[in-house]
Protein backbone atom coordinates (compact mmCIF):
# COMPACT_ATOMS: atom_id res chain seq x y z
CA UNK A 1 0.00 0.00 0.00
CA UNK A 2 0.93 3.92 -0.58
CA UNK A 3 0.54 6.35 1.93
CA UNK A 4 -2.76 7.52 -0.03
CA UNK A 5 -4.28 4.17 0.37
CA UNK A 6 -3.20 3.61 4.06
CA UNK A 7 -4.92 7.33 4.75
CA UNK A 8 -8.26 6.68 2.73
CA UNK A 9 -8.36 3.20 4.86
CA UNK A 10 -7.88 5.25 8.14
CA UNK A 11 -10.19 7.64 7.59
CA UNK A 12 -13.03 5.33 5.93
CA UNK A 13 -13.34 3.51 8.94
CA UNK A 14 -14.73 4.29 11.99
CA UNK A 15 -12.44 4.29 15.49
CA UNK A 16 -14.37 2.98 18.23
CA UNK A 17 -12.36 4.12 21.79
CA UNK A 18 -11.69 1.04 23.92
CA UNK A 19 -13.52 2.83 26.81
CA UNK A 20 -12.27 -0.58 29.15
CA UNK A 21 -9.27 0.83 29.09
CA UNK A 22 -9.75 4.48 29.02
CA UNK A 23 -6.94 5.05 31.87
CA UNK A 24 -4.33 1.98 31.75
CA UNK A 25 -3.83 2.07 28.16
CA UNK A 26 -5.95 4.18 25.98
CA UNK A 27 -6.85 3.34 22.20
CA UNK A 28 -8.95 3.01 19.52
CA UNK A 29 -10.37 0.01 17.50
CA UNK A 30 -11.55 -0.72 13.84
CA UNK A 31 -13.85 -4.08 13.29
CA UNK A 32 -13.38 -6.07 10.20
CA UNK A 33 -17.26 -6.66 10.14
CA UNK A 34 -17.59 -3.17 10.41
CA UNK A 35 -15.03 -1.66 7.59
CA UNK A 36 -16.84 -0.27 4.69
CA UNK A 37 -14.41 -2.11 2.43
CA UNK A 38 -12.82 -5.18 3.81
CA UNK A 39 -10.71 -5.82 1.15
CA UNK A 40 -8.49 -2.91 1.22
CA UNK A 41 -9.27 -4.17 5.57
CA UNK A 42 -6.92 -6.73 4.23
CA UNK A 43 -4.80 -5.15 2.24
CA UNK A 44 -3.88 -2.88 5.25
CA UNK A 45 -2.94 -5.72 7.99
CA UNK A 46 -1.04 -7.11 5.50
CA UNK A 47 1.03 -4.03 4.80
CA UNK A 48 1.17 -3.75 8.72
CA UNK A 49 3.15 -7.34 9.14
CA UNK A 50 4.79 -6.43 6.11
CA UNK A 51 5.96 -3.29 8.08
CA UNK A 52 6.30 -3.86 11.79
CA UNK A 53 8.77 -2.22 14.42
CA UNK A 54 8.77 -4.28 18.45
CA UNK A 55 8.05 -1.91 21.19
CA UNK A 56 7.97 -2.92 24.55
CA UNK A 57 4.21 -3.19 26.44
CA UNK A 58 4.84 -3.32 30.47
CA UNK A 59 6.86 -6.75 30.68
CA UNK A 60 6.62 -7.94 27.40
CA UNK A 61 7.09 -6.79 23.41
CA UNK A 62 4.29 -6.20 21.27
CA UNK A 63 5.00 -5.78 17.11
CA UNK A 64 3.29 -2.22 15.76
CA UNK A 65 2.98 -0.81 12.76
CA UNK A 66 3.70 3.10 12.94
CA UNK A 67 2.08 5.68 10.46
CA UNK A 68 1.79 9.46 11.40
CA UNK A 69 1.00 9.93 15.25
CA UNK A 70 -0.35 6.58 15.41
CA UNK A 71 0.83 2.84 16.21
CA UNK A 72 -1.07 0.02 14.95
CA UNK A 73 -1.44 -3.32 15.92
CA UNK A 74 -3.86 -6.73 16.01
CA UNK A 75 -3.89 -9.80 18.05
CA UNK A 76 -5.40 -12.62 16.61
CA UNK A 77 -4.08 -16.17 16.95
CA UNK A 78 -1.14 -17.61 14.24
CA UNK A 79 -2.99 -18.30 10.98
CA UNK A 80 -6.25 -16.66 12.07
CA UNK A 81 -8.19 -13.23 10.28
CA UNK A 82 -7.79 -10.27 12.47
CA UNK A 83 -11.07 -8.73 13.61
CA UNK A 84 -10.05 -5.72 14.67
CA UNK A 85 -7.43 -3.12 14.43
CA UNK A 86 -6.09 -1.04 17.94
CA UNK A 87 -4.22 2.11 17.30
CA UNK A 88 -2.85 4.12 19.89
CA UNK A 89 -0.64 7.48 19.60
CA UNK A 90 2.45 7.21 19.64
CA UNK A 91 3.83 8.78 22.37
CA UNK A 92 1.61 6.56 24.38
CA UNK A 93 4.27 4.11 25.36
CA UNK A 94 4.36 1.67 28.36
CA UNK A 95 7.75 0.08 29.38
CA UNK A 96 7.44 0.43 32.92
Not at 10 to 30: D, G, M, S, V
Not at 71 to 87: A, S
Request: proline share 2%; charged share 25%; hydrophobic share 35%.
Amino acid sequence: MIDIEIEQFINNNEWIFAKTYAKTTPHEYCLFNKSKDREQYNRFVLHMKQNLNKERFFNTYFSYFYFGEYKYWTMEKVGEQPILINRALRINTYDN
